[in-house]
Each structure stands twice: as C-alpha cells, then as structure tokens.
C-alpha cells in the first residue's frame, strides 16, 4: 500500500520512514544496497551476484556507486511525474515538465547502455550481479507508468531478457507486482497525501 511506510508502526521498524527495510532479529538495516551487501555476506552466496575478484567487483561497485544519482533519480522522476502525482496525489504537472523529465531519463539510458552495458551480457560483465537486480529495479519504476523504456532499444531489451531468465521469471513478475500496477493507482487518502507531499518534492526536484 503507497504510504503505509509513513504510519507510526513502521516509525517504530525506522525512524527514517523509508522503504525498503531489513529485520533480521533485532538488527535492522536500512538502505537498499546495504541490505543486498549484507544478505549475499549472510547467506554466502554465488560468487557471481559480487564477486570476490578484486576488479570484478570494482565494477558491480562502481555502477551501485553511480546509479543513485543518475538512473534511480530519472526513473524515479518519470514515475511521480507521469502516474503517481496527477493520478495518486491529484497534483497537476505541465506537459512541459513531463517532457524534460523523459528526456532526462533518455540520456540516462543512453549512459547505462555505452558506459555500462556495452556489449557484454550485463552490466558488470559476463555473469549477472547485484548491479543488473538494482539496475532492472529502477528501471521497472517508469514502466510500471507506462513508459516504454525499452523500445527501440533492442541492446538494453535483450538485456532484461537476460537478468529475467537468470532471476526466474516468476520471481521477476512477483518482485514488480506492485510497481507495474502504478499506473492504475487510486486517489491518495488526504492524510497519506498530506504525509506525502513534502518528501515527495525534496526526492524529484
């Protein structure tokens, strides 16, 4: 449910009031990368997902590094300005500020696909890893808004073909359930809009 991260339940998980977030006992991690750095350090698992080879994993990093600020900021924007804040929260935004920010997110692609991707089967070389998961993630967000990410780009389509098959399709279609129905998203309660509304500025400005 959009907002439920903002009820005083999840203040008691983290009083950061973000999502997501890890409870493992009583230790509570914030942060997605983190999160995923410390679930394949706990559960050890296939070297592939973050490699042990020093160079190898410089470049699982040096992608978690950048995406921040760049692809998860863009597809980010697109998702609120397309579908969640005229639809969910009933803010207008003009057709002059929803075309900047798809072409913002077009550059974007365009740098994932000739810095990262190149021709290699995923981002961080021959094997799939942490840094395709996060990239596939974010690039889910404005699809789930109906944008077309993937047309006419038929390098970054085989792409999610890939990570898709290596995920299990299942396990793929299970883990966007939620973001690909955004678009079909109801009018925000006024007190979850009220909650809202500020963070929502400060994260796509």
Not at 61 to 83: M, P
Not at 85 to 102: H, N
Not at 172 to 191: G, R, T
Request: charged share 20%; hydrophobic share 45%; aromatic share 8%.
């Amino acid at each position: 449910m959009w907002g439920q991260h903002l009820s005083d339940a999840f203040a008691q998980i983290s009083p950061l009031q973000k999502v997501p977030v890890l409870k493992d006992g009583d230790f509570t991690l914030t942060e997605s990368v983190a999160i995923l750095l410390y679930l394949t350090r706990k559960y050890k698992v296939p070297d592939h997902w973050y490699p042990q080879d020093l160079q190898a994993r410089a470049r699982v990093d040096e992608y978690l590094a950048w995406q921040h600020t760049a692809l998860r900021r863009n597809c980010l924007r697109a998702l609120w300005h397309k579908v969640m804040l005229p639809v969910f929260l009933g803010e207008p935004v003009s057709p002059e500020m929803l075309a900047a920010t798809l072409a913002k997110l077009d550059v974007t692609l365009q740098v994932l696909e000739d810095k990262f991707l190149q021709d290699k089967a995923f981002l961080a070389g021959p094997h799939v890893s942490l840094a395709d998961l996060v990239a596939i993630t974010e690039l889910m967000h404005p699809v789930g808004a109906g944008c077309q990410v993937f047309k006419d780009r038929p390098k970054l389509a085989a792409w999610r073909q890939r990570v898709e098959a290596a995920v299990g399709e299942v396990l793929f279609q299970e883990a966007h359930e939620v973001i690909l129905k955004a678009k079909n998203s109801q009018p925000a309660d006024p007190i979850i809009k009220q909650k809202l509304m500020s963070r929502v500025l400060a994260m796509i400005q």
